[in-house]
């Protein structure tokens, strides 16, 4: 099974409207952490916002926010009143334990794009 | 969070030859890590490459054809060898914060034709 999800290949997002992309995960691990990473088209890859498992509020990093149901194993990112900037690919990512090195696990990536 | 330069950020080569990319970290970390990214995919773990040891590498890739050093704490370069135009890719060197969350450096873009 995959570790990570996403559904969405490809958004697209009205300039200041909000936007959620989708992210599920899969694991047995009691303890694991969840990331979102953007990659613009210049192939840096930026990191947004991390939740970890035990943590009780839902991750905030101003216009991102992490919208996390552990019950439902998603982390789905919500971006908030979008900017043109805001185009680019987007990938959810989980590590499992705490152990320095643990292997990050990767979904395929959303393409988020910011329609003026 | 650490400040990660790689290089080079993009070169075309001939199929056959070799490329090394460096990657430069700037604070001591224990653990450096090489990913690539193959047109329109996701990111594929390479190797782990820590200090002083021979780097660990994930199932589908060998020394022979990704050699890495390590040679201090603040260093790490990944060679491409014999590249053909399947390793066309990014190739993104990253690193472990005390908070377990893993920066990149700017990625290297390679091209082989």
């Known amino acids: 099974a995959q570790k990570i999800t996403q559904t969405q290949p490809g958004m697209f997002v009205q300039e200041k409207e909000a936007v959620t992309l989708d992210c599920t995960y899969d694991t047995s691990d009691p303890s694991y952490g969840l990331f979102w990473y953007k990659q613009p088209s210049s192939g840096e890859m930026i990191f947004l916002i991390y939740?970890?498992?035990?943590?009780?509020q839902n991750a905030t990093e101003g216009r991102y926010s992490l919208n996390f149901q552990k019950a439902r194993k998603s982390a789905n990112l919500v971006i908030s009143a979008s900017q043109l900037g805001d185009s680019a690919m987007y990938f959810c990512a989980m590590r499992e334990g705490w152990d320095t090195g643990n292997q990050f696990y990767f979904g395929t990536g959303t393409s988020l794009t910011v329609i003026p | 969070s650490a400040v990660i330069s790689q290089k080079p950020s993009r070169d075309i080569c001939q199929r056959g030859t070799s490329l090394t990319i460096q990657c430069q970290v700037d604070s001591q970390v224990t653990m450096m890590f090489w990913y690539r990214q193959q047109p329109g995919q996701s990111l594929t773990l390479i190797a782990t490459a820590n200090q002083g040891s021979e780097a660990t590498y994930e199932s589908g890739f060998v020394i022979d054809k990704f050699p890495i050093s390590r040679p201090n704490l603040t260093f790490s370069t990944l060679t491409v060898s014999n590249m053909s135009p399947e390793d066309s890719s990014i190739y993104l060197c990253s690193v472990e914060d005390r908070g377990h969350t893993i920066y990149f450096g700017e990625g290297s873009w390679l091209t082989v034709v």
């Open positions: 939740q970890g498992s035990y943590d009780q």
